[in-house]
């Protein structure tokens, strides 16, 4: 794997020999990886770090696998694989409507598990190819020529208003913190006022929901913004 398109992906699995084994069965297939012990780190990690894919187990200390997995959906699309003890249907649908992309039954063929892992970041990739830009009603944001339109008449944004305004389309309906939006669009390294936010959102606003007498960013008094799409 080039190390330029490394993946990187994150473990969450509070067995320690399971962890350090799947580890070194990542690695060794040219991936990078990250390890969570709990379900509270490893959704810490997932919403506060980059990866391309997530194996989670269900069977979590301090938060569920579930629940993570619920509460990562909420803000983002990126493959989860679940690992589950038992195969009963039950646990495998609940999985499954939370939002995991798959899940694989302990114990487990290492083999079977990268297969998933490769079937799952190659739909990705896929999906990715073929969304090219993201609509909301007459609002266009086109990804690869990085460009806004509003019923055909482009928007002339800063790279940092675009960032932000994908991540409002990417994410429609549904309220965003500050933190959030920082750790997104600025980086969670960023270290500079949550106010930046509301400067920008501000600036979206003035040239779009302004300037053309439509109102798609809403404040969510107590927690952040939602660009609402109805």
Not at 125 to 154: F, G, T
Not at 172 to 198: C, H, M, P, S
């Amino acid at each position: 794997m080039d190390k330029l398109d490394k993946k990187k992906i994150l473990i969450v699995e509070d067995e320690v020999k399971i962890s350090r084994f799947l580890q070194l069965e990542l690695q060794y297939e040219g991936y990078a990886t990250e390890q969570a012990y709990d379900g509270r780190e490893g959704l810490d990690k997932a919403l506060n770090e980059e990866f391309d894919l997530i194996v989670l187990d269900i069977m979590l200390p301090k938060l569920n696998g579930m629940e993570v997995c619920r509460r990562i959906r909420q803000i983002s699309e990126i493959p989860i694989i679940m690992l589950t003890a038992k195969d009963e249907t039950t646990d495998i649908v609940m999985g499954l409507d939370t939002g995991a992309d798959d899940y694989i039954t302990k114990p487990f063929a290492i083999e079977e598990l990268l297969a998933r892992i490769r079937v799952a970041l190659k739909r990705k990739k896929l999906e990715l190819k073929d969304s090219n830009s993201i609509c909301i009603k007459e609002l266009k944001l086109d990804l690869n020529k990085h460009i806004v339109s509003y019923n055909k008449e482009n928007i002339d944004l800063t790279k940092t208003e675009f960032d932000l305004l994908k991540f409002f389309m990417e994410n429609k309906n549904i309220a965003l913190t500050r933190e959030q939006i920082l750790d997104k669009v600025w980086g969670f390294d960023y270290l500079g006022d949550t106010n930046v936010v509301d400067v920008y959102v501000r600036y979206l606003r003035t040239k779009i929901d302004n300037k053309y007498d439509v109102r798609f960013i809403y404040t969510i008094r107590g927690v952040g913004y939602l660009l609402k799409d109805e």
